[in-house]
């Protein structure tokens, strides 16, 4: 979902993006090179492997949770507890892969934030540039500029903007992106067109937005999805937890001495009534009487059965 679904997200999110007064002024400025270029409809979206990696933690994720729910069958049906400590070292694989998607939705400074951050940053240093006509990345962050208020990806030292423009045949120093710059409402595009350029020509001005639009976007994603998320991810580790705590209770049951001992008595009871059996069975009775064989009618003799 967050792999192929990038357009979508970022087209809901810039859709009155043209309602903003700096989105007017950029329309404004005269000339064929707008250094503020913008779009509110993406095709595609390239910001980097960020957010695939995002995609398949969530799929790993899932992945374990059928292999732990397959062990769990078998140790269910075959009685097996080999299958069960499977299940067991699976779930807390879960539940910390679980713990980190957690801390991502709740915007944690852990090492997947810091990954995103630092290759937005590298991107925008190698692609970003003023001429945005051809720059799919440089129009995204334009818009994404001026829709949230906020400037590069982590502020506005980001940039290291110094370039030339001429402009309705007058020359300007842009060293900073005029996407940063704050505009108010003008009464005339011009005056708007005009606010942009001067901010733009210094990168300590106090119209330039200061705030890095990760964050700002990261905000608008948790106020949107992230409760859900939240939800579901607390929701399975509880799950979870109790699958373990049960887990638990059947491979490590304490040991019932009395319950032997009454096994054993059972047993020793049933084996010495087979014993009985067997030698009431076996008891030799031995019969005798006068034998009145032999020739000999001096000599008795006995015969024994």
Not at 80 to 107: H, K, N, R, W
Request: with cysteine.
């Amino acid at each position: 979902m967050v792999r192929f679904n990038q357009a979508s997200f970022l087209n809901s999110y810039l859709q009155d993006l043209e309602d903003t007064p700096a989105a007017a002024a950029c329309q404004a400025v005269p000339g064929a090179t707008n250094p503020c270029l913008t779009q509110t409809e993406f095709d595609t979206v390239d910001v980097g492997d960020w957010p695939n990696n995002l995609g398949a933690l969530i799929i790993v994720s899932g992945f374990i949770i059928m292999l732990y729910s397959g062990a769990g069958a078998v140790g269910a049906t075959q009685n097996s507890q080999p299958a069960l400590l499977v299940m067991f070292t699976l779930i807390l694989v879960s539940m910390g892969l679980e713990y980190f998607l957690l801390d991502i939705c709740l915007g944690g400074d852990n090492m997947f934030h810091e990954n995103a951050k630092e290759e937005l940053s590298e991107k925008l240093a190698s692609e970003y540039t003023l001429d945005a006509e051809s720059n799919a990345f440089s129009r995204i962050l334009n818009s994404v500029m001026i829709k949230s208020q906020c400037c590069g990806i982590q502020g506005p030292n980001d940039f290291s903007v110094n370039e030339t423009l001429t402009i309705a045949g007058e020359t300007h120093n842009i060293m900073i992106p005029p996407a940063c710059c704050e505009v108010q409402e003008f009464s005339t595009p011009r005056e708007g067109v005009n606010a942009l350029l001067e901010c733009s020509r210094d990168t300590w001005a106090k119209h330039t937005y200061q705030l890095g639009c990760y964050s700002v976007l990261h905000m608008h994603f948790y106020d949107k999805y992230g409760k859900v998320a939240i939800a579901l991810i607390v929701y399975l580790v509880l799950l979870e937890g109790t699958q373990e705590l049960f887990i638990f209770l059947i491979i490590f049951k304490p040991y019932d001495k009395s319950n032997r001992s009454s096994r054993k008595s059972s047993r020793g009871s049933q084996s010495s009534a087979r014993n009985s059996k067997r030698n009431s069975q076996n008891i030799f009775v031995p019969f005798s009487r006068i034998s009145n064989m032999g020739s000999d009618a001096k000599r008795a003799s006995t015969e024994i059965w």
